[in-house]
């Protein structure tokens, strides 16, 4: 049994306690740590099988009985805690992106040289079993050799306009996904990036200094093209697709939606819209990839993502956000 | 060139004087002969390139010139016209049923005895795109032994209550296209039918002696069963759909709309309804059975849907209306 | 805190304790009885959350802290045991079919009066994301007036020629849950039933006297009909559809599948099959019906499968064994 | 009647004078004109109403009784075919494009001036039922305001290379029909072009000084972003798809297919591969745009794409050209 320490209990903190309590029968929770602990916090902690909450993370850190440490909280706090965690020789799963600055990253990386505890990212979207099926196809030879991947995230509604003014902007928010997500399908890395940002959903991310709608079209090692666009607001709910495009065909995955009910009437033929939360769209995922996390803890065997894959897609979204702003191709090899 | 007599200048007529115009170009209109000849149908003429209007069809049968005759007249005077025409040496088209009384029936084939005109009764639908691909993958062994055929139609709305009169009723007038379906996709006669009807529709229908609504199961001679559902309206439109279902799998086809475009929004994914109107949805496999026709007779071989084909879809309309109304089990044997 | 006792450790008694374990936070699982109980079983129940195991049910109907019982065990003891289960006050909830007899389910119908405990009946599929989104729509008026029910339910294989044997028949092993779901979203009881069955997927189970194919017809009290097809066998995996078609459209539910992927290639444009085994197909469906069967214990409100929903299946299927060898229709006051 | 002269007899013209003789009952061809006039030009024209076949379209353009001409010759050609056919008082249906250069394309629209002659650029996709749907549901309001337009255009196997080689290349040749496209759908001009191409369907195609896969971002006078891939190879069939993305939602189109069959087995769900040829994708959409050409010379209103559209669609293509070449993004103003 695993020895789980959760550090901040906000919203992805309480969905990872609840997938280690409900689907990962080899792991525990064993405290949970929030500085802004609160009634509700406790309660969903009793609820959940976790064994205590307490205030301060150095508690987890220095209990010997824990293995592993899932880092929830605030991006800023991520390089921090992670480095005081593999020096405590805890076993860390750190929340997406590790950091916006790539040098805070190098540090966690250096961190983990000679260390022999894991380090895992939290890029969800590659557990999910859309995704997985649309790399698994490609994998097994079906659509041939890559040629083009396209990629298409849209959020249901903008975040609030105070978290975007210390979001990082969209390429390092939001896109980072997509990023990792490009790399993970493609199985190669850009060597080149260009990026097209508008402000059409709300002027008030404008003139926050970010955009809320974005066109990046990357130039692969391999060759092979990227297209990923993202919009901040899809009337219709959370869109994510994919499509991998080769030689032989494409494969393709569309959203999943509450149910396969189709109305036929007067209207036209109408199936449901896709899942409107993130939560419930990348449920099984985010339980996966906790699933995933303690195995490899347990079997001393390789995180599904590693530090390295947390630093390229940060590397990417820095060379996103310049190509946006300097109105230029960016090489990769500028970063 | 084969030279063509149109006899009624109605709805289908036209409907076959434009395909032979405009899509079979080994066949020419000659002569249309209509009882009722009006202006509407000699302007119509004019414009889809038929040589001259009458009001006699015995000018067709008449005229030596002329290979072959479509018979577009009501359902009472197909039988009459058929065995003048065959009589007079002329290959025919006749819309179905030939006739609702299975003794009419009787005299057609029986003039055809010894004749060497080619005869063909227009179930249109054996030549409709998605049906044909339904017989052809099971044809081609995608689906294996055939288990069980499922066949659903549904008018956009009913006829006009002085036709339902006329009707035969909707075993006869509606249900008898799928029943000449069922032949044709599973290549074998029915033993036996249960039919189940009801006034869901109008009420009107059912104080025509009629019923709306209705649900047929067969018995096949090779065992596999065949479910059969009518209604005689539906909200959405013209709905045609078939499924063969065999030891390998099944395939099914649905409905063709007027075009592929799909609406998401905060109602949902809308594709477009069904086309509407049937002439829309069987317009190619209008021109495509007349084709068939034309070069039957061009090439002196067998009409793709023949005298049999016409009585048999009548037997097993007579049988469906039987059990529906003595409320058993009909053998084909007792028709 | 519900305490629960199971009788019966194999598979469905096991994806229950699962669904308890993992979902259903205000129940717990004390006891767990098989008469068979092995390593096995011991070793499931450790790994989730049950109290300890026993090979008598009784030391759970005598044990005062257990408050319902979910009784797992083979058909003919669901009798015999929800009487006593009901007798020692605890709340029930049996496998369907309660019992192939109608004058046993009476007995505990009997058992049940003047008493306060809850029983359900398990028609899992009722809970099912997609056939409730179906009976939704329709009651939201989006249909209008019902006119025709069609189910189609195909078992990816079928089951060993042992439990045909014992199994009652299809129409009481396997289309009971598709006459439930008839009830279920007709809304209103069936008045006839007209039954057609074959073999023609496995010679042996005609000789146990049983068919593999069927298909029935039901007119229910609102005039509407009902088509429900059955299969053993579908290549294609575990086929479950419905559709309510009525005077305003038609609202109708797919499958699910393991993934939206989609594959262009040569062959065509490919999807997923349908999900192959059943407890994946209802895994939610399973934990939905247990979480409302102990939220109906712990807040005494109905249960949202009663007794009677289990002997009115039952009827329907004796009507539909019965049609089927008399081969005529069968009046439910017959039964 | 409208007098029709085609000048081309190759497929194109052939198509043309197909619609004409088959669909477009108030135009005839008179003449068609074809420099290399063999055996099998002269049998198509007979079968398809053309009134004669000459060498010199002179003839044509010195024909009084003439009151249209199709130019259906190479791209060289068409710039000064069309300024002889204005001047000799013809109205002219050019096939794309109008000219690679645009000052040639200036003469043409020099000609125009004070000329009562119609001119129409072939531009046939803006006819297409799916396109036409999707601009539809805009024009409605349906996605409320355009923020971003995706277009995917995939041929099905690559020309030969000997084309390849005289095309112009590939935004002048093949994304000059989804530059047409954009426009359409955007109802508005791009102000900035950028190009991303590859080679990666065949190297003959890079040494042809060419790119085979091509990415590009646009963005539109109203802030709106754009992105169009092309791809010279599918190894599915002919992929032609567009997407208009809003604050009310998004309408995308597919494709058309031979046929709604789908298989269920072993192997998925598998619906039929996009039509393979442009001819068929296109057919109705031939025939509509050289309809309503018909029209605007019958009724004397603007043709639905005119000569500006023309130009635009080569401005378009030359930046995008300029763009890939220099590997930065060209204002449409350097043009």
Do not use: W
Not at 104 to 130: C, M, P, T, W
Not at 298 to 321: S, W
């Amino acid at each position: 049994m695993i020895e789980v320490g959760i550090i901040g209990g906000g919203r992805i903190g309480q969905v990872h306690a609840t997938s280690i309590f409900t689907r990962v029968p080899n792991a525990h929770v064993k405290t949970l740590a929030d500085e802004y602990l609160n009634e509700n916090i406790e309660k969903f902690a009793a609820a959940n099988g976790v064994g205590q909450c307490v205030k301060d993370y150095h508690e987890i850190l220095n209990d010997p009985e824990i293995d592993a440490v899932l880092i929830c909280t605030p991006t800023p706090t991520h390089t921090p805690i992670s480095i005081e965690a593999i020096e405590a020789g805890k076993n860390v799963f750190c929340e997406k992106p590790i950091d916006h600055e790539i040098e805070n990253i190098n540090k966690v990386i250096e961190a983990l040289k000679g260390s022999k505890v894991k380090y895992q990212v939290g890029f969800n979207r590659r557990f999910d079993h859309n995704f997985k099926a649309v790399k698994q196809a490609s994998k097994d030879g079906k659509v041939g050799k890559t040629e083009m991947i396209t990629i298409q995230s849209r959020d249901p509604e903008p975040p609030p306009i105070d978290y975007v003014k210390i979001s990082g902007g969209i390429f390092l928010d939001m896109m980072i996904h997509d990023f990792d997500m490009a790399r993970f399908l493609a199985d190669c890395e850009p060597v080149e990036v260009y990026a097209e940002g508008a402000v059409l959903v709300d002027k008030a991310i404008g003139e926050a200094g970010d955009v809320d709608t974005a066109l990046v079209t990357m130039r692969m090692e391999d060759g092979s093209l990227v297209s990923i666009s993202n919009s901040r607001r899809a009337a219709y709910g959370y869109d994510q697709q994919a499509e991998i495009f080769g030689s032989k065909g494409a494969v393709k995955c569309g959203n999943d939606a509450s149910s396969q009910a189709v109305l036929s009437d007067e209207n036209g033929v109408t199936a449901e819209k896709p899942l409107f939360f993130f939560l419930e769209r990348y449920m099984d995922a985010y339980a996966d990839e906790i699933k995933q996390f303690i195995d490899a803890v347990e079997n001393d065997t390789d995180t599904p993502v590693n530090v390295m894959d947390g630093l390229e897609a940060v590397r990417i979204g820095i060379a996103a956000t310049k190509s946006c702003k300097e109105h230029r191709p960016v090489k990769m090899s500028e970063i």
